[in-house]
Nanobody, 124 residues
């Protein structure tokens, strides 16, 4: 069992930055793919970014590419999402997820464990 705890959300103004963190409980975190998803009010949860266990392969949705950066520190069992140039449309609950495979995926159904989410609100 893997427990994921997100932190770092909050209320910010458009154009500013925010960094989310996700701490994993399991020591084998380093071999798992980690990802961030988000769910805006009234919308389905969508893929944001993913990173392989070595951190050498990342994937981003078109809506955040060039603004968001995913990274991980396997020694600390933590994955990060640096969000720059935030827009009002980035407002959502952000979820951390992990997948027990070495290849990343954009499909919500292919992730085995999820955090409780952290709210990000961007005011325009």
């Amino acid at each position: 069992q893997v427990q994921l705890v997100e932190s770092g959300g909050g209320l910010v103004q458009a154009g500013t930055s925010l960094r989310l963190s996700c701490a994993a409980s399991r020591r084998t975190f380093g071999s798992y793919v980690m990802a961030w998803f988000r769910q805006a009010p009234g919308k389905e949860r969508e893929f944001v970014a993913a990173i392989t266990w070595r951190g050498d392969n990342t994937d981003y949705s078109d809506s955040v590419k060039g603004r968001f950066t995913i990274s991980r520190d396997n020694a600390k069992n933590t994955v990060f999402l640096q969000m720059n140039s935030l827009k009002s449309e980035d407002t959502a609950v952000y979820y951390c997820a992990t997948r027990r495979f070495s290849t990343s995926s954009r499909l919500e159904s292919e992730y085995n464990y999820w955090g409780q989410g952290t709210q990000v609100t961007v005011s325009s």
